[in-house]
């Protein structure tokens, strides 16, 4: 059984920063597609950061460009995502996410399978 449990989430004010941890257990993650969205309340989910499943590729939504980082750790089997320079913008749930064997990385949830819980960020001004 494939589970994501993320952590990490919480309440900063504006210009902080947050690393988001996404734990993956019945899933290997080399070699997978993985990546990271969010919805606000009243907004649809978006993409912000995917992580390849070369294992060095990544994109980013234009509006966290710069400011977060995905990466993943093989042998923890676990993604992150460091997000600096916060804004009252990026406040949302965030969720981890988990694709097929796919080299490129690709922000449109309907390529990923597997989904966590989510974590709250809340950022103030």
């Known amino acids: 059984q494939v589970q994501l449990v993320e952590s990490g989430g919480g309440s900063v004010q504006a210009g902080g920063s947050l690393r988001l941890s996404c734990v993956i257990s019945?899933?290997?993650?080399?070699?997978?597609?993985m990546g990271w969205f969010r919805q606000a309340p009243g907004k649809e989910r978006e993409g912000v950061a995917a992580s390849g499943g070369d294992g060095s590729s990544t994109t980013y939504a234009s509006s966290v460009q710069g400011r977060f980082t995905i990466s993943r750790d093989t042998a923890k089997n676990t993604l992150y995502l460091q997000m600096n320079s916060l804004k009252p913008e990026d406040t949302a749930m965030y969720y981890c996410a988990a694709g097929p064997r796919w080299k490129g990385p690709r922000l449109l949830s309907d390529y990923y399978n597997y989904w966590g819980q989510g974590t709250q960020v809340t950022v103030s001004s």
């Open positions: 019945g899933y290997a993650i080399s070699n997978y597609l």
